[in-house]
């Protein structure tokens, strides 16, 4: 979730579902894993022999049937903190550590892989994430109570969400030490320790590593995995991709302002903005050197490196009179009073949502600040849980990833996916195409061709057909909860060049995995491998009965 100066204050599964769904109960892989086992530590919280479970992990153990309001079983996973240990920040009393949830997965081709989910903020907690986007259970605004969540990124791999930098959601900090934070590098350092901490704890020693996140870590990922490939150490930092979701990797106000107008245009339906005040929107756009920039930035091939646009100066501020994206928000307010910067077409009520966002805004009346919730997942001492927490940071922000390391990552990985939802007014695609045509990676320039050719196919979920039946035909609550399925089809374009691959993403606003939980499952098929393009059409890579299909119901 960005921040930006804008902060608006704006059930069950059935029988068939359920057997969808491929989470794992802890299935044993490696024999060495499991010799606390024969000490009993198994007994405390799982069902079926666990993957993880050694000396070292059982105090991280969570109990899969004790997550307070869920009233099915996680399986096996391992809550905690872990100390940064990172030598250039002191840690003396101990207090400066990282909170994670970690889900092994039982798909055997997760063997020898972990991957890692951040939200962004600066400050926003991955509980996030884990508990509203691709986690195993999903609270959902609106919803009554969670549910097993079919595409959970655990059927793929396995998954660990984490708080960071210190500070952030459950993690813990020294007093003050948040506020010395001062660039992403230092973020970086910050990780790069915790992380070495965790490979040590779960034995996970020479697994492929794959990053993912949104929105502003769209910044830290880039930077993490830049420290990581430096370290040139596979043993704890085996890199093999990255993902980023409506990434910030650009100047912010050139990826919000330019594009913000040719957003509107193209959807000035959901906006229902008045005539004159189009117009008048437009005039400001050309005025301010926003229209020529995109058209420029747009033009694929580029014709060469190509400066900010004249009302954006070389700090990245934008003149007042030309924050159009203000202007443009505000209007929307009057029209929409929920409008919602980050799907645009949500509306009025907001819906109930127990992290608190937007209805209780972003305090600690949420689901992770309750006392039962956190002594399950081992947080002590007990943290002031914030959904985000940007306040507390002294960031004065390193170089925009794509001018410094994002380059880089690309040519030593060759699998970097950024991905973008049509439906997010804060990053809009083509504000993230104007960074990535600006940017220099494996000796050109930009993209040489159109993004906008290849279609981006996502299977169909037949599950959606007995809900639709049953809703649309027979007037009856449906036996699977329509929002617990996902639609398929064709839901944008794609395309790939020199190790980048770029997604528009249809119908998905901010949130990608959240709204369009079937495109997310499987873009991240496509980062770790299991399928070689995301054009293709066929079924998802974990069939489970009626699970996936490549025809419409």
């Known amino acids: 979730m960005l921040f930006t100066k804008f902060l608006l204050t704006a059930l069950g599964a059935s029988s068939a579902l359920a057997s969808c769904v491929v989470h794992a109960r802890g299935q044993a892989t490696v024999a060495s894993k499991l010799s606390a086992e024969a000490n009993g530590l198994g007994k405390k919280a799982f069902n079926r022999k666990p993957s993880f479970l050694t000396s070292k992990t059982e105090k991280f153990v ?7 309001d869920v009233n099915f079983d996680l399986g096996e996973s391992y809550a905690g903190r872990l100390p940064i240990s990172a030598p250039d920040l ?5 207090a400066n550590e990282l909170f994670f949830w970690f889900f092994p997965s039982s798909n055997p081709l997760a063997s020898n892989e972990i991957t890692v989910w951040l939200n962004g903020g600066p400050g926003c907690s991955s509980m996030d994430g884990l508990l509203q986007e691709n986690g195993p259970f999903l609270w959902q605004p609106g919803t009554y ?3 097993p969540n079919p595409f959970s990124w655990t059927n793929l791999t396995n998954m660990v969400w984490i708080d960071q930098p210190i500070g952030t959601g459950l993690s813990s900090a020294e007093p003050g030490a948040s506020a010395q934070i001062k660039d992403e590098h230092e973020v970086a350092t910050q990780f790069t320790g915790f992380w070495k901490n965790f490979i040590d704890t779960f034995d996970m ?6 990053l993912t996140g949104e929105s502003y870590a769209g910044i830290f990922l880039p930077y993490i995995a830049n420290h990581f490939l430096d370290k040139d150490d596979e043993e704890y930092y085996n890199l093999k991709g990255v993902q980023i979701d409506d990434p910030a990797i650009g100047p912010l106000p050139v990826m919000e302002q330019a594009p913000v107008v040719q957003y509107l245009n193209k959807h000035s339906n959901l906006f229902n903005l008045n005539d004159t005040f189009m117009s008048a929107i437009n005039d400001r756009a050309k005025s301010c050197g926003f229209t020529d920039f995109m058209e420029t930035a747009l033009t694929f091939p580029p014709g060469g490196k190509f400066s900010f646009p004249p009302s954006i100066n070389e700090s990245a501020v934008v003149d007042a009179d030309c924050n159009v994206w203000m202007q443009i928000a505000t209007a929307a307010i009057y029209v929409n009073p929920c409008f ?7 509306f009025c009520p907001f819906p109930s949502n127990q992290l608190g966002f937007p209805t209780l805004g972003w305090g600690p009346n949420n689901y992770f600040n309750r006392t039962d919730v956190q002594e399950a997942l081992n947080v002590y001492p007990p943290a002031n849980f914030s959904l985000c927490r940007p306040s507390i940071f002294g960031l004065e922000h390193s170089p925009p990833p794509a001018y410094s390391v994002l380059p880089s990552v690309i040519e030593r990985t060759g699998n970097v996916v950024i991905a973008n939802g049509e439906l997010d007014f804060i990053l809009s695609s083509n504000g993230t195409l104007a960074v990535i045509n600006n940017m220099t990676w494996n000796g050109a320039q930009g993209f040489e061709s159109s993004p906008f050719t290849d279609q981006f196919y996502v299977p169909y979920n037949p599950t959606i057909a007995p809900a639709l039946k049953e809703t649309l035909l027979q007037k009856i609550i449906p036996s699977v909860s329509v929002g617990l399925v996902a639609g398929g089809g064709f839901f944008g374009k794609t395309h790939t060049e020199r190790g980048l691959t770029f997604i528009n993403v249809e119908m998905a606003g901010h949130m990608i995995p959240q709204y369009v939980p079937g495109a997310a499952y499987r873009q991240l098929e496509f980062l770790l491998g299991r399928i070689n393009s995301l054009s293709l059409i066929g079924d998802f890579t974990t069939p489970m009965g009626d699970c996936s299909g490549s025809t419409p119901v």
């Open 62 to 68: 969570v109990n899969g049937t004790g997550v307070p």
């Open 90 to 94: 002191h840690n003396i009393s101990g």
């Open 145 to 147: 109570s969670p549910q």
């Open 205 to 210: 020693h020479g697994y492929d590593l794959y």
């Open 340 to 346: 919602n910067p980050y799907h645009v077409t949500d």
